[in-house]
C-alpha cells in the first residue's frame, strides 16, 4: 500500500464523515423546527384538553430541553410571545415557558422554563385588565378574564432544582394561562368580555 492511498482512504473517510455530520444536524434541526413551528391549534384539538401528566425524573433532560428550544422560539424577533405550554407544540406533559412581565411595556424581564408547576398560594383579589389572546387559537378574537393578582408557584427549574416564587401583574396573568393550558383549559372557557 502506498502512501497516497492511505491518504485517499483517509480523505475519503473524512469527507463521508462529514457528510454523515450534515445530514444529522440537520435532521435534528428539522425535528426542532417541525417540533416548534407546528403549534396546535382548535378548541376542540384533543391535545389542547388533555390534562397533562407530571414529568418524571427519567424525563426531565429530553422534556427540559425541548423547554430551552421553547424560550428561543418564543423569544424569536419574529414573534415575541409572551408564553408557551407543552400541550401547544404537542406534548401533553406539565411544563411551561413564560415571561415574567410587569405590564406590555416592561423592558427587563426574564422567560424562565417551569416543569411540574403548581400555584400553591394566591391572593383574594383578582384582576380583569389584561387582554388575553392565544396562539393556538388564532380566529378566536383576545378577550379578557378574571386572575388573581398574585400567585405563588412552586415549580422545577430545568435542573431539577424545586423553586417557589411570587408572581404579580402581568406575568401572573400569563403563568395562570399557561397552567390552564397543562390542564386543558383554553381562554374561550373562561372569556368574561
Ligand atoms: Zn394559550
Redesign the pocket.
Known amino acids: 500500500m502506498c502512501w497516497q492511498f492511505i491518504f485517499f482512504e483517509l480523505w475519503i473517510h473524512l469527507e463521508y464523515s462529514y457528510f454523515y455530520y450534515i445530514i444529522l444536524t440537520n435532521n435534528i434541526n428539522l425535528e426542532i423546527n417541525t417540533l416548534m413551528l407546528q403549534i396546535e391549534t382548535g378548541k376542540d384539538n384533543p391535545v389542547l384538553r388533555t390534562v397533562c401528566e407530571k414529568v418524571k425524573q427519567s424525563e426531565w433532560k429530553k422534556y427540559a430541553k425541548i423547554g430551552k428550544e421553547m424560550i428561543k422560539y418564543i423569544k424569536h424577533p419574529d414573534h415575541m410571545w409572551v408564553?408557551l405550554?407543552a400541550p401547544?407544540v404537542w406534548i401533553t406533559k406539565r411544563f411551561l415557558v413564560a415571561s415574567l412581565l410587569k405590564d406590555w411595556d416592561d423592558e427587563i424581564f426574564s422567560t424562565i422554563l417551569m416543569i411540574n408547576p403548581e400555584i400553591i398560594e394566591h391572593s383574594d383579589d383578582t384582576t380583569c385588565e389584561y387582554s388575553e389572546g392565544?396562539?393556538?387559537?388564532p380566529k378566536t378574537k383576545a378577550g379578557y378574564i378574571n386572575r388573581y393578582k398574585r400567585i405563588k408557584v412552586e415549580y422545577y427549574d430545568e435542573k431539577m432544582k424545586k423553586k417557589i416564587i411570587w408572581i404579580e401583574k402581568l406575568g401572573s396573568a400569563i403563568v395562570q394561562?399557561?397552567i390552564d393550558?397543562l390542564n386543558g383549559v383554553?381562554?374561550v372557557d373562561k372569556f368574561v368580555k
Not at 392565544?134 to 387559537?137: E, M, N, Q, T
Open positions: 408564553g405550554a401547544q392565544c396562539l393556538s387559537l394561562h399557561e393550558h383554553l381562554v
